[in-house]
Every structure is written in structure tokens, then in C-alpha cells.
């Protein structure tokens, strides 16, 4: 899985790196072949001035052209970065759950009509 990560407003260390790519793994790694692209913006907003400014937005397209994108922002990084797995995680299920409840219904439609009023058939 290519994490693409990036950091605005200070420096992405090697430590913060890891626990993205471990955390967005263990979130995300279940969807396989289906994950197009995995981008994590971390961002502090307020700078040096504190407060609960540490953002953390993930964007994530799946195949088929749907996108997932999710922000978090909390006093501390790593917490901003736990949330925002956790709901992406819950987000792209909540996705690919809804793609396949209308994918049936548009192949037994197509089978439907496929036979129906087929020339083989004798007319009734």
C-alpha cells in the first residue's frame, strides 16, 4: 500500500511516518486491490500559539472513481491521526457496502432483460 503523506507547518519526522503508514495498514489494509490512492495531509493550523489545532486529513479513492475523505483535528497529532484511521476505516466499509447493494440489482436486471422477450422464445 503507497501512503502518499504530507506536512505542513513543521517537519514530517521519521517516528510520525511510521505511525501513519502502520496506522492506515492496519485500517486500511483490508481493501486491497480496491484502494487507488491513499493521501495523509497533517497540518498544524495554529502554529506555534497551541490549543487543539493538529489536523489530519485523509483522502482515499477507491476503484470505480469514489472518493472517502475524512478530517480530524485534535491538541495532539498522533490522536488526530488514531480518529481519523478509525473513521476512514468505518467510512470506505460504509462506501463499498452501498457500491455493491446496487451492483445485484443492476446485473439481475440485465439478466432480466437479457431473457426476457428473447427471439427464442415462443410468445404467450
Request: include cysteine.
Amino acid at each position: 500500500m503507497h501512503i502518499s503523506i504530507q506536512a505542513n507547518g513543521f517537519a514530517l519526522t521519521d517516528a510520525l511516518r511510521a505511525h501513519v503508514e502502520r496506522r492506515m495498514a492496519s485500517a486500511l489494509g483490508w481493501t486491497g486491490a480496491r484502494l487507488r490512492k491513499l493521501a495523509v495531509s497533517l497540518s498544524d493550523i495554529n502554529g506555534p500559539r497551541g490549543g487543539r489545532d493538529k489536523r489530519c486529513k485523509v483522502q482515499v479513492r477507491l476503484a470505480g472513481g469514489a472518493d472517502v475523505v475524512i478530517e480530524d483535528t485534535e491538541t495532539d497529532l498522533y490522536a488526530a491521526i488514531d480518529r481519523a484511521a478509525n473513521r476512514v476505516d468505518r467510512a470506505v466499509l460504509r462506501r463499498m457496502e452501498r457500491q455493491r447493494a446496487f451492483a445485484p440489482q443492476a446485473q439481475a436486471t440485465g439478466v432480466a432483460d437479457a431473457t426476457d422477450g428473447g427471439a427464442d422464445e415462443p410468445a404467450r
